[in-house]
């Protein structure tokens, strides 16, 4: 089976500056914040690492059902991935496996209390409408020079 966080997906997980996490509480009601600190660790996972997120940590204990997004801003596509977490505390075994991409990009700087470690079970890619709608006119450097203009960025 091909793999479902492939090249393409871990590029544009690189190129995004965050991911929003998207949980439910036992009683389904929805919790979306953003997340820096993530990455995809193979083919079928991706890591977020919990600094600062208690309602998110206590959702996916009472439910592992989850969904990520990301995009990269100026280009406008990114992809949404489906999938089941869990909460990997410090005293798991396998720990260091999902906590070792996180904490080199933090360094000390901010304490990883754990790692929401997120098996993907499908990945969609997210397009702006604007490529379906008007795709004569739509290219990926017209997004860059539109989302740079609404950002109000110089470069
Ligand atoms: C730009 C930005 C990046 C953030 N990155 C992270 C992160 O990587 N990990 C984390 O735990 N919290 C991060 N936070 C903080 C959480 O989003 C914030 O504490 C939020 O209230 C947590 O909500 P939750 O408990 O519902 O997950 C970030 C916040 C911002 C604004």
Not at 12 to 31: E, I
Not at 32 to 51: M, R, S
Not at 69 to 95: E, W
């Amino acid at each position: 089976m091909p793999a479902l966080l492939n090249a393409e997906v871990r590029e544009f997980a690189n190129r995004s500056v965050l991911c929003w996490l998207a949980t439910a509480d036992g009683n389904g009601q929805p919790n979306v914040t953003p997340k820096e600190v993530f990455a995809i660790v193979d083919d079928d996972h991706l890591v977020i690492a919990n600094i600062s997120s208690p309602v998110s940590a206590k959702n996916i204990g009472v439910n592992p059902k989850v969904c990520a997004s990301f995009i990269d801003v100026f280009v406008q596509k990114g992809f949404k991935v489906v999938g089941t977490a869990s909460n990997v505390r410090p005293s798991a075994h396998d720990y260091s496996k999902w906590a070792a991409p996180l904490q080199a990009m933090v360094g000390d700087r901010f304490p990883i209390h754990s790692v929401f470690a997120i098996k993907a079970d499908s990945v969609e890619k997210i397009v702006a409408p604007s490529y379906r709608l008007y795709p004569a006119e739509t290219t990926e450097e017209t997004q860059i020079q539109s989302a740079l203009r609404t950002y109000g960025v110089t470069r």
